[in-house]
């Protein structure tokens, strides 16, 4: 059975850093484009970050490029995010999800998507 699980959200200053985490199981990693998207209060949800399958190559919204880092790591099976300078307008639930559409440079879409976590909450105060 394939499951997703995130953590690492929490409370943080403005400027502070938290680290993201999506311990996968059931399937590998490296087999599937992941991604992580967010939803904030009254918003729609919104693609943050995502990796292709096999060459790593990478999308950042433009909100969060430059601030936030996205890797995999096949040995532990968790994919991560890495949130630093945050602000106030990072405040919302993360989901990581599996099999996104992940266009490098471009764009992530969620909408096919096979798995999804389960979100963690994450509030940055100003």
């Known amino acids: 059975e394939v499951q997703l699980q995130a953590s690492g959200g929490g409370l943080v200053q403005a400027g502070g850093s938290l680290r993201l985490s999506c311990a996968a199981s059931?399937?590998?990693?490296?087999?599937?484009?992941m991604g992580w998207f967010r939803q904030a209060p009254g918003k729609e949800r919104e693609g943050v970050s995502c990796?292709?399958?096999?060459?790593?190559?990478?999308y950042y919204a433009d909100s969060v490029k430059g601030r936030f880092t996205i890797s995999s790591d096949n040995v532990d099976h968790t994919l991560y995010l890495q949130m630093n300078s945050l602000n106030s307008e990072d405040t919302a639930v993360y989901y990581c999800?599996?099999?996104?559409?992940?266009?490098?440079?471009?764009?992530?879409?969620?909408?096919?998507?096979?798995?999804w976590g389960q979100g963690t909450l994450v509030t940055v105060s100003s």
């Open positions: 999800a599996a099999a996104v559409i992940c266009i490098p440079g471009i764009q992530v879409m969620g909408k096919f998507a096979d798995h």
């Open positions: 059931g399937f590998t990693l490296d087999d599937d484009n």
């Open positions: 990796i292709s399958s096999g060459d790593g190559r990478t």
